[in-house]
């Protein structure tokens, strides 16, 4: 019988080893969910079986007082709903640059779609989320263009796996190809220091944030994601009896 792990069962980055002391240092708290879907079954380097995990967005509360919208970077590590301390860093001194300019595609096609309304924001999440587990884990910086995709590797899709989810998930790999979309970000990536390398459950999640950057002679900042969109999500999630399932671990097997 397929369950569902306690959605705040998500996931952070590789290449953490150097930072046991993180810098500038916050606190940061996963709070909740916004836009996504429970996969139906998928396999991620946090367990050693196939789950139904959740993947989409989450709340963030930073120094107790601002509310954020964030992606999970790696299909590694747990959030935490209680504080924790976090330093920042660059997508390129985490990741190298071929996978760097690989996210920062990403989200210069998709991000805002993540942010839309009703099922079309959740299926988009979710694809959105995936999408960056794989580039995460399974790209081949090496080659040309991403050479991944859910079929196999560290992050693969199981018979259950949400067909409809993984449509979405291949269309967004297929176009990382070098041209970057129209949507314009500046990244906070903040790393929890806690992990070394590729080390699972027992280390805390790193969270990916975006800022929105106008368009040139534009003066103003507009911040994406806002608490009151983020607010509106959660709200819509509530309907679907989903928000109450996260945080605490567990490994659960799926039958095909």
């Not at 993540?114 to 910086?141: C, H, K, M, R, Y």
């Not at 050479?147 to 291949?170: E, I, Y």
Request: charged share 10%; hydrophobic share 45%.
């Amino acid at each position: 019988m397929k369950k569902v792990l306690r959605k705040g069962i998500l996931v952070a980055a590789t290449c953490l080893a150097s930072l046991s002391a993180p810098a500038n240092a916050v606190m940061i708290a996963e709070t909740g969910l916004g836009n996504g879907l429970a996969t139906g079954g998928l396999v991620l380097p946090i367990a050693a079986g196939s789950a139904n995990y959740w993947a989409g967005l989450q709340t963030l509360l930073i120094d107790n007082s601002k509310s954020l919208l964030a992606f999970c970077i790696d299909p590694w590590e747990w959030s935490s709903s209680a504080n924790q301390s976090y330093g920042s860093n660059s997508l390129e001194s985490i990741f190298g640059q071929p996978k760097a300019s690989f996210i920062r595609e990403l989200y210069s096609e998709a991000y805002s779609s993540t942010l839309l309304p009703g099922s079309q924001g959740n299926l988009n999440a979710a694809a959105f989320q995936l999408a960056l587990w794989e580039i995460v884990a399974d790209d081949n910086p090496t080659i040309a263009g991403l050479q991944s995709n859910l079929n196999n590797g560290l992050v693969r899709k199981v018979p259950g796996t949400n067909g409809s989810l993984l449509g979405a998930t291949n269309s967004l790999l297929n176009h990382i190809d070098g041209v970057f979309g129209s949507e314009n970000y500046s990244f906070d990536l903040y790393v929890s220091g806690r992990s070394a390398g590729q080390v699972g459950a027992a280390a805390f999640q790193d969270f990916l944030v975006v800022n929105q950057l106008p368009e040139p002679g534009i003066a103003s900042l507009n911040q994406i994601p806002e608490p009151a969109m983020a607010s509106l999500m959660l709200t819509a999630l509530g309907g679907l009896g989903l928000v109450g399932l996260r945080r605490r671990k567990q490994s659960v097997q799926i039958s095909g």
